[in-house]
């Protein structure tokens, strides 16, 4: 995905571009299932802002790689995602009414309106959609339930993100600790939200599986600014557990 065709704006403004819980108001963190990572509620503030580092799956690239990116070099999301998340991407509503209306019907309503603008629909701000590249803190919220057990409405703990633009011109999202974690391309879609089409590595992997590789790994989701240094990639109907996953993303 070539720089030029990403970014809508003056190059100047290229810095703008890329679980249990209990029934309190303040809803309890939810650990991901062991694994060694860093920690979770408190990445060093000299960390946060910095800009990132490659990761060991990236390697070195050839001047091909970085023609072709890391997804063909197309910024037109609908040519990379498959068509079963196209589809599930085109069900946005749906997924957030399902989840919403389970976490509600499950007894959590108090923890979703401690949540506030992260889990309202339409809390989508115009303008300045692309964090800027750099370390993240991001933490995940899981609403409804896929199939007949579970908990409508799980939220896990802070941890380490970040988001990196590639000389290739790719704008990179990636969670890189926790037992769950994404990797994924940012693509411009509307003058509210980015498309994110992108993997999961689970447990203790190394590295992330191309795109298209193991379909059950594949995501696709919107990325949303909500307010100033906040945005939220919402995943609708995951392929794993919930009916909606909300990644906040802040500084």
């Not at 411009?188 to 590295?207: A, I």
Request: glycine share 12%; proline share 7%.
């Amino acid at each position: 995905m070539k720089l030029r065709s990403v970014l809508s704006v003056p190059t100047s403004a290229l810095i703008l571009f890329i679980g249990a819980c209990d029934r309190q108001p303040e809803p309890a963190a939810k650990n991901e299932p062991a694994v060694q990572v860093e920690a979770t509620d408190g990445i060093p503030d000299d960390v946060i802002g910095q800009p990132a580092a490659p990761t060991p799956s990236q390697g070195k690239q050839s001047q091909g790689e970085q023609t072709q990116g890391e997804q063909g070099g197309t910024d037109d999301w609908h040519k990379v995602a498959s068509a079963t998340d196209t589809a599930l991407l085109g069900r946005l509503d749906e997924a957030w009414n399902t989840a919403l209306t389970r976490a509600k019907n499950d007894g959590y309503g108090q923890e979703l309106k401690a949540l506030g603008a992260l889990v309202a629909p339409d809390a989508g701000q115009s303008g300045r959609l692309q964090p800027a590249p750099g370390n993240y803190r991001c933490r995940t919220i899981k609403l409804g339930v896929r199939g007949d057990v579970g908990t409508g409405f799980d939220a896990y703990p802070y941890f380490a993100c970040r988001v990196e633009l590639t000389v290739g011109g790719d704008l990179i999202l990636e969670k890189t600790t926790g037992s769950q974690r994404i990797r994924g391309l940012l693509y411009p879609d509307s003058e509210r939200r980015l498309v994110y089409v992108g993997t999961q590595s689970w447990g203790d992997e190394k590295g992330f599986p191309a795109y298209g590789q193991q379909p059950e790994r594949d995501q696709s989701g919107v990325l949303e600014r909500i307010g100033d240094q906040r945005w939220r990639l919402v995943i609708p109907f995951p392929k794993q557990e919930s009916q909606l996953d909300i990644i906040e993303i802040v500084r």
